[in-house]
């Protein structure tokens, strides 16, 4: 399947040569796209500069630093366009081990329309983080999962596959939320629309250089719209059950 994988960058000179070597050496096949936000370090004159070298990378560069979700959206949407039949999303601080992208497309391969890289199901773990984030992290997921009836261990990771059909099922122009918003509200929209789901254990690390992007305001925005969600399925009489197969 032509697969793409969606870089969101901002300030990450540090880790773009890395990650993108990486990504080539365990997907040879598949092409990659950098959603640069106007970094000032430079990262998408370096991450040219390995399209050239490595081949099939391109980059897309924007004005302004628009927010994750806005990022992920306007990548996906480029990959509708250009016939992709398996869209991918991922850091680019290397959190996200790219030696785990052959297990997320293979997922897809197998009948999934969304696979998660799972730090919360067997095998999955956080060995980095310290106490209070991985309480506030599992209790995130717990809340997201019992309000809105997901069946998902998971569903703020940001490393995932989605098979292309879903995508354009979900009208992914209307999703508005960032951060974890975001990815709350893809799997959310997969399992309204039937979608098959699988979580794959991943072992996420912490960014060793550069800085987290990471803010109190993406997890409140993330709260707020899983309670409003809950509400209101709650009183319109809908609850949604993950596909499975």
């Known amino acids: 399947m032509r697969t793409l ?10 880790n773009i040569d890395d990650v993108l070597r990486q990504v080539r050496a365990t997907l040879p096949a598949a092409d990659v796209l950098v959603v640069d936000d106007g970094s000032p370090d430079g ?6 500069a390995l ?24 990548g996906f949407q480029w ?12 850091d ?6 790219p030696g785990m992208l052959s297990a997320l497309v293979g997922a897809i391969d197998l009948g999934a ?26 209790w995130g997921n717990i809340y997201a999962a019992m309000l809105l009836g997901l069946g998902i261990n998971d569903a703020t990771s940001g490393f995932r596959a989605y098979r292309a059909t879903i995508l354009r099922e979900i009208d992914l122009p209307s999703v508005r939320a960032d951060g974890y918003g975001f990815q709350i509200e893809m799997a959310y929209r997969v399992v309204k629309a039937g979608g098959r789901v699988i979580e794959v254990p ?11 992007k990471m803010s109190g305001g993406i997890v409140r925005e993330a709260f707020g719209l899983v309670t409003v969600w809950g509400v209101r399925d709650l009183f319109t009489g809908r609850r949604w059950r993950r596909g499975r197969g």
């Open 43 to 48: 990262t998408a004159d370096l991450a040219d």
């Open 92 to 97: 680019a601080d290397l959190s996200h081990d």
């Open 51 to 74: 399209g050239a070298e490595l081949g099939r990378v391109e980059v897309l560069r924007r004005p302004g630093k628009r927010g994750l979700g806005d990022a992920y959206r306007t």
């Open 113 to 138: 329309d969304l696979t998660i890289g799972s730090r919360y199901v067997p095998g999955g773990s956080t060995p980095d983080w310290r106490r209070r984030r991985r309480f506030l992290s599992t």
């Open 5 to 14: 994988v969606v870089l969101p960058t901002y300030n990450e000179a540090a």
């Open 202 to 212: 991943i072992r996420f690390l912490d960014r060793e250089r550069g800085a987290s």
């Open 79 to 90: 990959g509708l366009a250009a016939g992709y039949e398996v869209l991918v999303e991922m």
